[in-house]
C-alpha cells in the first residue's frame, strides 16, 4: 500500500497541523492558559469540543487515501473506507428501509402462470431469515454497545482519579465538566460502538435509489463538510482580516479603496457569481482533461475550486464588522499611547488591535461555517456544487427531495444528511461560543 494526497487532504491537514501547532504555542503565555482553563470548566463547551474532536477525528480518517502499489490504475480507497468495508461493496437493487430484510420497493414475478407481487430479501443481510433473529441481532448489539460505553465510562473515571491524585485535589468531588466529560463520552461511544456493530449485518440508515448505503454515504460527508467550512475559512480570513483592519486604521484613501471594492463585491447576488464561477470552472476542467489523471482529482479540484470561490466572495461581511470596530479602537487610549511612543502601524494592528477584534472574528466565522455547510446543499441543487463524484449531503439531499413526494415516503436519507450536519453545526456554535466569551477582552474575567 502506498498513500496519495488530493490537493484538499494536503491543505486538510496542513491547516489541522499549523492549527494545533498555533495552540501549543500560545499555551506558553499565561492570560492564554487562563482562557483555555475557562473553557475546560464550561460543561457545553467540552462536550461539543468533543464531538467536533470525533467529526474532525473521521474527516482525518477519511483525508488519507491509500493505493495498491501493484494496480496504479485501481480507485483509491481512505482509511475510513478499509474501517467501514463492506458496506461500500456491497449493493442493493433499490431502496430498502433502515435495519430492514427486505427491499422498500415490491418486484412482480410469474409463478405458475399467475404474476405476484413481493419484496425481495437484500443481499447485505441474507444470513438473517426471520424477524426473530432480526431482533436478537439488534438486542445483541445493542447489549455489546452497553459493554463498551460503561468500560469506556469507568476506563476514564479511572483516568480522572488518577489525574486528580497526582495533583493532591479532592478525589471524591466530581466537578460539571468532569461529568458532562463522562456522559459525553459514554453516549457518544454508545452510538459508535452500536452503530458500527449494526453496520456489520444491516443497512442500518437504509440504502438509496441505486442501492447504496446510506450510512455510508452520511459518514463519508463529514469530510466534505469540514473542508468546505475550514478551508472557505483559510480563504476568507487572510483577506478580510488585512483589509478590514487597514481601512479601518489608516482611513482616507486606502478606506474608501476598500470600501468601494467590498461594496462592489457585496451587489453583486451571491449565488450568481459562485454558481457562474463553478460552471467556468467546470469548462476548464472538460477543457483541459490532461491535467486531471482520474474522476477522483477532478471532483478533487472541483471541491478545492468551490472553496476558494466561496472564500473569496464571502470575505465582505467580515471585512466590514472589522472596519468598523478598528475606526473605534483606533481612538482608544492605549492605541493613541502606542502611536505616541513611536510603535510603528505593523506593531499597533499586531499586538493592540488584531487581540481586540479576535471575538468578533470568531462568532463571524462560526456563522459563516453554517452558512457554507448549508451553502453547500444549496449550490447542489441548481447544479452548481461539489461534483456529483463527491459524496456530501448536499448531493444526497439533492437526491433524495423527489422521494419526499412519494407515497411512502422515503425519508431516511434527507433524515440521515440533516442530523449529521445538524450535530456537526451545532457542535462548532456552542464551543465556538465558550472561545469566544473566554477570549473575549471585554469580558470581567479576561481583563
Known amino acids: ?99 430492514a430484510l427486505r427491499q422498500f420497493v415490491s418486484e412482480t414475478t410469474l409463478i405458475n402462470g399467475m404474476v405476484k407481487q413481493f419484496y425481495p430479501s437484500l443481499i447485505y443481510t441474507a444470513k438473517i431469515k426471520t424477524e426473530k433473529e432480526r431482533k436478537r441481532v439488534i438486542i445483541n448489539s445493542l447489549l455489546y ?42 453516549i457518544l461511544s454508545f452510538f459508535v460502538v452500536f452503530g458500527y456493530d449494526l453496520s456489520r449485518t444491516f443497512h442500518v440508515l437504509g440504502t438509496g435509489q441505486i442501492g447504496q448505503d446510506i450510512f455510508y454515504f452520511t459518514i463519508k460527508s463529514i469530510r466534505t463538510g469540514l473542508v468546505i467550512g475550514f478551508l472557505t475559512t483559510l480563504f476568507m480570513l487572510p483577506l478580510a482580516l488585512f483589509l478590514g483592519i487597514v481601512a479601518g486604521y489608516f482611513g482616507g484613501v486606502a478606506d474608501d479603496v476598500i470600501q468601494y471594492l467590498y461594496t462592489t463585491l457585496s451587489s453583486i447576488p451571491g449565488v450568481l457569481l459562485i454558481t457562474a464561477s463553478v460552471l467556468s ?18 471532483a478533487d479540484a472541483r471541491l478545492l475550486a468551490l472553496c476558494f470561490i466561496l472564500g473569496v466572495t464571502s470575505w465582505t461581511n467580515l471585512c466590514r464588522l472589522l472596519r468598523a470596530e478598528t475606526l473605534k479602537l483606533r481612538e482608544i487610549d492605549f492605541v493613541l499611547a502606542a502611536r505616541a511612543l513611536g510603535s510603528n502601524w505593523f506593531t499597533i494592528i499586531r499586538k493592540h488591535l488584531l487581540p ?67 450535530l456537526l453545526v451545532l457542535a462548532i456554535n456552542l464551543f465556538a461560543d465558550a472561545v469566544r466569551d473566554a477570549f473575549d477582552p471585554h469580558q470581567s474575567h479576561v481583563s
Open 1 to 99: 500500500m502506498t498513500y496519495e494526497f488530493l490537493w484538499t487532504d494536503k491543505c486538510f491537514l496542513t491547516l489541522l497541523v499549523l492549527s494545533i501547532l498555533v495552540i501549543l504555542s500560545s499555551l506558553r503565555k499565561q492570560h492564554v492558559r487562563r482562557s483555555f482553563s475557562i473553557i475546560l470548566h464550561r460543561p457545553i463547551a467540552v462536550s461539543a469540543g468533543i464531538i467536533l474532536l470525533f467529526f474532525i477525528a473521521i474527516g482525518v480518517l477519511d483525508s488519507i487515501h491509500l493505493m495498491p502499489k501493484k494496480h496504479q490504475a485501481e480507485t483509491t480507497s481512505t482509511v475510513l473506507d478499509n474501517i467501514l468495508a463492506p458496506i461500500d461493496q456491497i449493493t442493493e437493487k433499490t431502496y430498502s428501509a433502515p435495519l
Open 145 to 186: 454497545a452497553l459493554q463498551c460505553s460503561t468500560f469506556l465510562i469507568f476506563l476514564s473515571g479511572f483516568v480522572l482519579v488518577v489525574v486528580r491524585f497526582s495533583l493532591r485535589l479532592k478525589l471524591c468531588t466530581l466537578t460539571p465538566t468532569s461529568l458532562s466529560t463522562l456522559i459525553t463520552l459514554g
Open 281 to 298: 470552472l467546470q469548462i476548464y476542467i472538460a477543457n483541459h482533461p490532461g491535467q486531471f489523471a482520474t474522476l477522483a482529482q477532478s
Open 356 to 422: 481586540n477584534v479576535m471575538h468578533i472574528v470568531v462568532i463571524t466565522l462560526v456563522l459563516d461555517f453554517s452558512f457554507l455547510v448549508m451553502a453547500e446543499a444549496l449550490l447542489s441543487y441548481v447544479g452548481a456544487g461539489v461534483s456529483p463524484m463527491t459524496i456530501s449531503w448536499g448531493n444526497m439531499i439533492n437526491s433524495a427531495r423527489l422521494e419526499l413526494a412519494r407515497n411512502p415516503v422515503i425519508w431516511w436519507p434527507m433524515f440521515a444528511a440533516f442530523l449529521f450536519m445538524f
